[in-house]
């Protein structure tokens, strides 16, 4: 009961939640969130014909080394429905939205129907939270990431199944150098930089370099750990946890 290295008194966790769990930087960020806040976390993640399966195993790895109960759901229909870059070997990911549009690796109704997935399997297992790394800031590209969005279906949600469910977004409101930042005062920093997989060529860590996933990636953190180097010199207030 004494355990204080993740931050903050284990004491207050209370209540159960699930993480919607990719694997990657912001949902890892969100699990290692989670664990600090409730007492039992448990992970789900969809499987919709991803373009890696590397993705899948490295969500069940994190979430086994992590003692984490995890959950992986098919929703290949996704993949049937909306072809787009992340669902389909034979579709490029491209660099730039077209013109007027949205990322071709934008999936039509992700979030809804992942949320909703999430949510119904939160009432089997007796959570109240519902924990995703969706952000406005970094990725305003994607409809189904927005604020509004979230709020509107929890709501929905809450209505649809008369449970007073949360839907937890961390990382709402934040930039990818200030993600970095939170998983460096989760004392998380260098697991996320190490285990997690962004890329959309399926390389984990610092991935491929090139796709548009590992430009912001490293645009965070190369922003990020500017300025941890910058504050540890001036050496006035803290070490961000990572030092
Ligand atoms: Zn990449």
Same mark, same amino acid.
């Given at each position: 009961? #004494?355990?204080?290295?993740? !931050? ?8 159960? $939640? ?5 694997? !990657? ?12 806040? /409730?007492?039992?976390?448990? *992970?789900?993640?969809?499987?919709? =014909? ?28 996704? =993949?049937?429905?909306?072809?787009? #870059? ?18 071709? #690796? /934008? ?9 909703? /997935? ?7 297992? !007796?959570?109240? *939270? ?25 709501? #929905? ?21 200030? *993600? ?49 180097? $910058?504050?540890?010199?001036?050496? $006035?207030?803290?070490? =961000?946890?990572?030092?």
């Amino acid at each position: 009961m #004494s355990d204080l290295s993740m !931050g903050g008194s284990l004491d207050n966790r209370k209540g159960k $939640a699930v993480v919607v769990f990719s694997g !990657g930087q912001d949902s890892t960020t969100c699990l290692f969130w989670a664990l600090q806040r /409730f007492e039992e976390v448990e *992970t789900v993640t969809f499987r919709y =014909g991803q373009r890696h399966a590397l993705e899948l195993e490295c969500a069940a790895s994190i979430a086994a080394e992590l003692g984490v109960r995890h959950h992986e759901l098919d929703m290949s229909l996704l =993949g049937q429905l909306a072809p787009s #870059s992340l669902t389909r070997a034979d579709v490029a990911v491209a660099d730039a939205p077209a013109e007027g549009g949205l990322p071709n #690796s /934008f999936v039509p109704g992700r979030n809804l129907l992942f949320l909703s /997935f999430a949510a119904v399997l939160a009432k089997g297992v !007796g959570a109240q *939270t519902i924990v995703t790394g969706v952000c406005e800031t970094d990725f305003s590209g994607y409809p189904d990431c927005r604020n509004v969005f979230i709020q509107s279906l929890n709501v #929905s949600i809450n209505l649809a199944m008369d449970n007073p469910f949360v839907i937890e977004t961390p990382l709402m409101w934040l930039d990818k150098e200030q *993600t970095w930042e939170l998983a460096d005062r989760l004392g998380a920093f260098e697991f996320v930089r190490e285990r997690t997989l962004t890329c959309y060529n399926g390389i984990q860590a610092d991935g491929c370099g090139d796709c548009p996933a590992c430009k912001l990636r490293r645009s965070g953190l190369e922003r990020y750990l500017a300025r941890r180097g $910058a504050d540890a010199a001036r050496a $006035a207030f803290g070490t =961000g946890g990572g030092q």
